[in-house]
Antibody, heavy 118, light 111 residues
Framework: EVQLVESGGGLVQPGGALTLSCAVSGFTFSTYAMYWVRQAPGKGLEYVSAISSNGGTTYYADSVKDRLSISRDNPNNVLHLQMGSLRPEDTAVYFC???????????WGQGTLVTVSS | QSALTQPPSASGSLGQSVTLSCTGT?????????VSWFQQLPGKAPKLIIYDGTQRPSGVPDRFSGSKSGNTASLTVSGLRAEDEADYYCSSYAGSNVFLLFGGGTKLTVL
């Protein structure tokens, strides 16, 4: 069974940093691209970042470029999102998702809430 | 780049059909086949119900069908059931710079 479990969310002050993790199981992690997608409270889905299966290529939405960094640990089946210079508008539930093919997210975790507030 | 455009709400009666739309541009939805639809129940993660514009993942009922014409994709839900009441989001690959766009979502109410 494919499983994705996010962790690392919490309350952080503006300008602060946080690292999210996504532990996966039930599939060969190293053969799939992975994504982070966020959803602000009461709002829609927003693409954040993506990484190729071997970690060699990364993509970012303009809204987070230069502040967030996606990475992956293939031997340990974990996806990471390092978040810095956080702003109140980064407050959201952050989902990790598996990339079936280009731009196609077929399995999602349950999400982890990041709240940026003083 | 702007999000894809979806109507904020739609409704249909039990047993009837409803079609949700998703409009983009030739740089995103109209230029690639990688259009997906997701169903999100309250408090839950999104669930993929259509990919490549028309394909259903295993386990998704054939009451859900997708189509695409030009810069607009559509999701049709036939034989509406109470459990279909949810938020529906479209997404599209948008090239290597923008990469992925979502629509704003449509809240479907089953009457």
């Amino acid at each position: 069974e494919v499983q994705l479990v996010e962790s690392g969310g919490g309350l952080v002050q503006p300008g602060g940093a946080l690292t999210l993790s996504c532990a996966v199981s039930g599939f060969t992690f190293s053969t799939y691209a992975m994504y982070w997608v966020r959803q602000a409270p009461g709002k829609g889905l927003e693409y954040v970042s993506a990484i190729s299966s071997n970690g060699g290529t990364t993509y970012y939405a303009d809204s987070v470029k230069d502040r967030l960094s996606i990475s992956r640990d293939n031997p340990n089946n974990v996806l990471h999102l390092q978040m810095g210079s956080l702003r109140p508008e980064d407050t959201a539930v952050y989902f990790c998702a598996r990339g079936l093919k280009l731009g196609t997210l077929d399995f999602w975790g349950q999400g982890t809430l990041v709240t940026v507030s003083s | 780049q702007s999000a894809l455009t979806q109507p904020p709400s739609a409704s249909g009666s039990l047993g009837q059909s409803v079609t949700l739309s998703c409009t983009g541009t030739s740089s995103d939805l109209g230029g690639y086949k990688y259009v997906s639809w997701f169903q999100q129940l309250p408090g839950k993660a999104p669930k993929l119900i259509i990919y490549d514009g028309t394909q259903r993942p295993s386990g998704v009922p054939d009451r859900f069908s997708g189509s695409k014409s030009g810069n607009t994709a559509s999701l049709t839900v036939s034989g509406l059931r109470a459990e279909d009441e949810a938020d529906y989001y479209c997404s599209s690959y948008a090239g290597s710079n923008v990469f992925l766009l979502f629509g704003g979502g449509t809240k479907l109410t089953v009457l």
